[in-house]
């Protein structure tokens, strides 16, 4: 098995909004705003290599939005998916699967692209299957009031409309290994509806994509709850059962959505857990 980083693009977020009711004189020391309160978002993704397949987990937003829609989100930097993918050899055409944590916009856009016509959508990966789970599919096309904004129709129903859509199969209880990804996964309700936080055995490491459980290295004490989360106060513990294991087991854990922090691993002080090391991908994949 190889990992390899896939940087879909970076873009912007208000920090209120990132870190809820944590006060910014807090949070601006370890995710600091620029003059319109806007902290750096990178949309990380990760290909797994393993015999003939090439598992990519989430593609970020894409580019089939509108300008006014980007325009809210200040994109920057020059990460694009494809050429990420080239970097390691890779065409999107290869993917076979296309593992999506939730189906949020910034988390799944990229799977859906304009035809070549531009009147309609289409599959970006026309190779691969896409999986979620039938809870959060169902939570993402019904979408309450709150999250509406964030699961957008061309995002998610071509993927149902191309026959591509797969749905993992569920453990009874919130963890177990996923027979059709080949790796354990970790289902939390806090952010969304049934999100699936993959835990990946690589040598001897574990590495867990953490998506938007722990957005930051800047979110980990545990009252550092998104203001974009529906159940809060389901995620503390949902990220404290993360967080304390990560401590005891020494797991890598891979975050999407920090720009600055690529990969880290936490430990246990008297405060809680806390930050222990940050490694660059190229450290640890």
Same mark, same amino acid.
């Given at each position: 098995m190889k990992l390899y980083p896939i940087e879909s693009g970076n873009f912007k977020l208000d920090g209120g909004a990132m870190f809820g009711v944590v006060p910014k004189t807090i949070w601006n020391k370890t995710n600091p705003a620029d003059a319109n309160n806007l902290i750096d978002i990178a949309a990380r993704c990760l290909l797994i290599e393993d015999e003939k397949r090439l598992i990519l987990i989430d593609t970020g937003m894409?580019?089939?939005?509108?300008?006014?829609?980007?325009?809210?989100?200040?994109?920057?930097?020059?990460?694009?998916?494809?050429? +990420?993918?080239?970097?390691?050899?890779?065409? #999107?055409?290869?993917?076979?699967?296309? /593992?999506?944590?939730? &189906?949020? !916009? *910034?988390?799944?856009?990229?799977?859906?692209?304009?035809?070549?016509?531009?009147?309609?959508?289409?599959?970006?990966?026309?190779?691969?299957?896409?999986?979620?789970?039938?809870?959060?599919?169902e939570w993402a096309t019904k979408p309450n009031a709150r999250e509406k904004a964030s699961f957008l129709?061309?995002?998610?129903?071509?993927?149902?409309? +191309?026959?591509?859509?797969?749905?993992?199969? #569920?453990?009874?209880?919130?963890?177990? /290994?996923?027979?059709? &990804?080949? !790796? *354990?996964?970790?289902?939390?309700?806090?952010?969304?509806?049934?999100?699936?936080?993959?835990?990946?055995?690589?040598?001897?490491?574990?590495?867990?994509?953490?998506?938007?459980?722990?957005?930051?290295?800047?979110?980990?004490p545990l009252p550092y709850v998104m203001g974009y989360d529906t159940r809060p106060l389901l995620t503390m513990p949902e990220k404290s059962k993360l967080l304390n294991a990560a401590a005891d087991k020494n797991y890598y854990l891979f975050l999407e959505h920090d720009a600055h922090n690529q990969i880290i691993t936490v430990e246990h002080t008297e405060k809680g857990v806390r930050l222990k090391d940050v490694f660059t991908c190229e450290d640890v994949l």
């Open positions: 894409g580019d089939k939005q509108s300008d006014k829609f980007f325009g809210y989100y200040s994109l920057w930097g020059t990460h694009s998916l494809d050429s +990420s993918l080239l970097k390691y050899g890779f065409h #999107r055409d290869d993917i076979t699967d296309v /593992f999506m944590t939730h &189906l949020h !916009f *910034d988390h799944c856009g990229g799977s859906i692209q304009w035809n070549s016509d531009k009147n309609g959508y289409e599959p970006a990966f026309k190779n691969a299957k896409f999986w979620t789970n039938e809870n959060h599919w129709a061309e995002n998610i129903l071509p993927m149902q409309e +191309s026959g591509q859509l797969n749905f993992v199969e #569920r453990p009874q209880s919130d963890f177990g /290994f996923s027979k059709e &990804l080949g !790796f *354990d996964i970790y289902y939390v309700d806090g952010h969304t509806e049934k999100q699936m936080i993959p835990y990946i055995q690589y040598k001897d490491k574990t590495i867990v994509f953490c998506a938007d459980l722990l957005a930051t290295a800047g979110h980990i």
